[in-house]
């Protein structure tokens, strides 16, 4: 059983073409099926489920689907705090979601701090995040520790990056599912990924139920995990 599993949520769009509704149709629907996987990691024992709600790029999308998002995060933040702590799935953030305004992240921070104790499943939300970003801002810490000389150059290694990253608290990333037949990580999770198991699947994130995590699950634990080794 993996102990951390990461999904890039792809599809809502299209979902929502495929039956001639509005795009914001098809998040509102990809926001059930984020209850939908809450419950089915929790119910298999992950211990981290971590979802790409917003990624840094999603700014170049229309004003009107970005306020649609935002609206729809205030409304399911609000609505769903509730499901967490019954559930006690800890909530946690990652990236910079403080750009979507002081209303809806003092919501979220509200979320995360009545959620701090719960002990059953992390749910971490990334809200405005990219990859490449957050190793930069790694990679800048350390320079400026060793330009002040508080750390040797030669000492950075992997685990001082890793240590500077927002999931450094986490379980090593196990499982990276991708819905809608899309094959790539689109800045998701590049460092962590290293080493994760990926599992890319037709099903549109909308549809992506219980059933289907399942079936992902038990892909990763048909594969053989060699970390480099033969």
Do not use: C
Not at 148 to 176: K, M, V
Not at 193 to 210: G, I, K, Q, S
């Amino acid at each position: 059983m993996p102990r951390h599993v990461a999904i890039i949520m792809d599809g809502n769009g299209r979902w929502a073409e495929r039956r001639h509704l509005p795009r914001v149709a098809g998040h509102r629907a990809g926001a059930e099926s984020v209850r939908r996987a809450m419950q089915a990691a929790a119910d298999a024992g992950v211990e981290v489920l971590t979802v790409y709600a917003f990624s840094s790029e999603n700014w170049r999308r229309s004003e009107e689907e970005v306020a649609d998002l935002k609206g729809l995060m205030r409304y399911y933040v609000e609505r769903e705090l509730e499901t967490l702590k019954r559930e006690r799935v800890k909530l946690k953030l990652i990236g910079e979601p403080g750009a979507f305004g002081n209303d809806l992240y003092d919501r979220l921070q509200r979320a995360v701090a009545e959620t701090a104790a719960n002990d059953r499943l992390t749910l971490v939300v990334a809200l405005n995040y990219g990859s490449q970003a957050e190793i930069a801002s790694a990679a800048r810490e350390l320079a400026g520790k060793a330009a002040r000389g508080e750390i040797d150059p030669h000492a950075i290694d992997e685990q001082a990056i890793g240590s500077l990253l927002q999931t450094h608290d986490l379980p090593q990333l196990d499982l990276l599912i991708r819905t809608s037949g899309e094959v790539r990580l689109s800045n998701f999770l590049l460092w962590q990924a290293a080493y994760a198991e990926l599992v890319f699947t037709e099903t549109l994130w909308p549809d992506f139920d219980e059933a289907a995590f399942n079936a992902a699950l038990a892909e990763f634990a048909r594969r053989q995990r060699r970390f480099g080794g033969r």
